[in-house]
């Protein structure tokens, strides 16, 4: 099936996409992209200097363009930023190129996992786990109109998540 040629790992900062993303691209032999990174690569800079420079307008703007140009390969697993389901030409991309996993898990969780970390702009704030609910309430709708699978990733290691992801996917069941 044409669809099942590419996996696209949607869902929230932490949930763990990028780095799922390398292990179940490893396992099927399909070459791993990842969004954030690439914009990095290409401009040269992180992703925290993007916003601070062309605000996070001017990220999205690039995240289109490299989503537009990523979902073209084949046999490839592409981890998207937590944002990317925001601009409907991306969910209507994902859609149409692959299939759309949405790897969840709860605000607490994805606190715990980049709470260390300050390359989310997003989360540089004061309460940073407010915003993840925030950003929660409105995109988990968003993350479920696109995706043909939902995994979680709550408490559990990536290799049986990648396992799970693996089997629904050679299954009958998309
Ligand atoms: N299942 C897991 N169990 C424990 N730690 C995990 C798990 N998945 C990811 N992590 C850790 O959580 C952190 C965030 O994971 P990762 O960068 O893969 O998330 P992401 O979904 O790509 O986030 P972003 O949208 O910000 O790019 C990493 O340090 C990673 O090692
Ligand atoms: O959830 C988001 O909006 C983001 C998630 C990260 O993957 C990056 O794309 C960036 O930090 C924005
Ligand atoms: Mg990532």
Not at 92 to 106: E, F, I, K, N, P
């Amino acid at each position: 099936m044409i669809r099942a040629q590419n996996i696209f790992l949607v869902g929230p900062m932490g949930a763990g996409k990028s780095t799922i993303g390398r292990q179940l691209a490893e396992v099927l032999s399909y070459e791993f992209k990842d969004s954030d990174q690439e914009i990095q690569r290409r401009t040269g800079v992180d992703i925290p200097t993007i916003f601070e420079f062309e605000g996070e307008a001017g990220f999205r703007d690039r995240e289109r363009q490299i989503l537009e140009e990523l979902i073209q390969g084949e046999r490839i697993v592409l981890a998207t930023g937590g944002g990317a389901v925001l601009r409907p030409e991306n969910r209507q991309d994902l859609t149409a190129r692959g299939v759309v996993v949405y790897l969840h898990c709860s605000p607490e969780q994805q606190y715990a996992r980049t709470a260390r970390d300050r390359s989310r702009p997003l989360l540089d704030t004061s309460d940073p786990l407010l915003r993840l609910r925030e950003l929660m309430a409105e995109r988990d709708p968003l993350y479920r109109q696109v995706a043909d699978l939902v995994v979680s990733t709550e408490r559990r290691g990536t290799a049986s998540v990648v396992k799970e992801i693996r089997r629904r996917i050679e299954s009958a069941e998309l």
